[in-house]
């Protein structure tokens, strides 16, 4: 069996039902996620993407090589979303935006990431079959990707220097403090905008500028729509749980960064390399493993020196 619609079927009725008991159902709750609660979840949709790439190695014709592609990306995929996360801590911090209205934020932020990705990556497979020396942009900008990554510090988060967030506060009355779920209140006859909005603005950009990173990686894995796609959005999916399980343990990573720049820097190698030696997935696949199990367990080991 082929790629063919049964399997964007499949993939288009869980993605479906994730959205649902992600969003509405933690929504609905009536107490804040727990540290224990959060890891629970997250493991589920882990689980449930590891479920997906049995299908495709079992069912789909050359099932094992775009298992191996899926997986990779997915991992690619999944370490770039963890250290977006961070992002958003540093974002609710400087917001001020509390816990029990974070998942509100979170779950627009989501929904627009996963849209965002689809038109990305059709995009960018549109611009490899029209000009197919893009590719070594591609690397290029990767290769980058992985120096700032690496090397440059995190930069304290100022909203009033994006143009977008100054037009909104000069043409709207801004409410701060603010302690509510909405982005926008009427107060006397006039909308003004809550730092909810801000925050999920803020959110949207940085997901914007690791999509222009993530999308270029998961292209040089795999160039077949479906395994770009899917594994995108199962990386994304979950995140919600994820923010909550890294929130209180997220310092004790802090050396997965310089691993997942370890990896784009090779991505962006291996790229290079896809027209005079390709490198195999199933290598990629090791090397993606070995990388991000390596900067974990030394992070663990190694403390932090403040």
């Not at 991992?75 to 801590?89: A, G, I, P, Q, R």
């Not at 935006?97 to 965002?116: C, D, F, R, S, Y």
């Not at 700032?148 to 506060?169: E, N, V």
């Not at 390399?273 to 090397?287: A, E």
Request: proline share 3%; glycine share 4%; charged share 15%.
């Amino acid at each position: 069996m082929s790629v063919n619609i049964l399997f964007w079927f499949i993939f288009s009725v869980l993605i479906c039902l994730m959205l649902f008991i992600d969003i509405y159902v933690t929504d609905h709750r009536k107490s804040q996620i727990t540290l224990r609660q959060s890891i629970i979840w997250s493991g589920i949709w882990i689980g449930v993407a590891l479920l997906f790439n049995l299908l495709i190695l079992l069912y789909i014709d050359n099932g094992k090589v775009l298992a191996i592609q899926f997986l990779s990306a997915y991992l690619v995929e999944k370490s770039l979303s963890v250290d977006n996360l961070f992002v958003f801590l540093m974002i609710f911090e400087v917001m001020n935006i509390t816990e029990k209205n974070q998942p509100h934020i979170l779950k627009w932020g989501i929904i627009t990431a996963i849209v965002m990705r689809i038109v990305f990556i059709l995009i960018g497979l549109s611009l490899i079959n029209l000009f197919h020396p893009i590719i070594y942009f591609f690397a290029a900008l990767l290769m980058y990707a992985a120096y700032k990554m690496a090397f440059k510090s995190d930069k304290k988060i100022d909203p009033d220097s994006y143009k977008i967030i100054k037009f909104l506060k000069a043409k709207y009355n801004y409410i701060s403090p603010y302690d509510g779920k909405k982005f926008f209140e009427k107060i006397n006859n006039k909308i003004h905008i809550t730092p909810l909005l801000i925050a999920l603005l803020l959110i949207e950009i940085s997901d914007l500028i690791f999509a222009i990173d993530s999308i270029p990686a998961v292209l040089a894995i795999s160039k077949e729509p479906f395994i770009a796609i899917t594994s995108n959005i199962f990386a994304i999916l979950g995140l919600r749980a994820l923010y909550f399980a890294l929130s209180g343990i997220a310092q004790k990573f802090y050396l997965l960064k310089y691993g997942v720049s370890i990896i784009l820097f090779y991505i962006g190698i291996k790229m290079i390399l896809s027209d005079i030696s390709p490198i195999p997935t199933n290598i990629s696949l090791i090397i993606i493993l070995f990388v991000l199990t390596l900067s974990i367990l030394l992070s663990l080991w190694i403390k932090k020196k403040d």
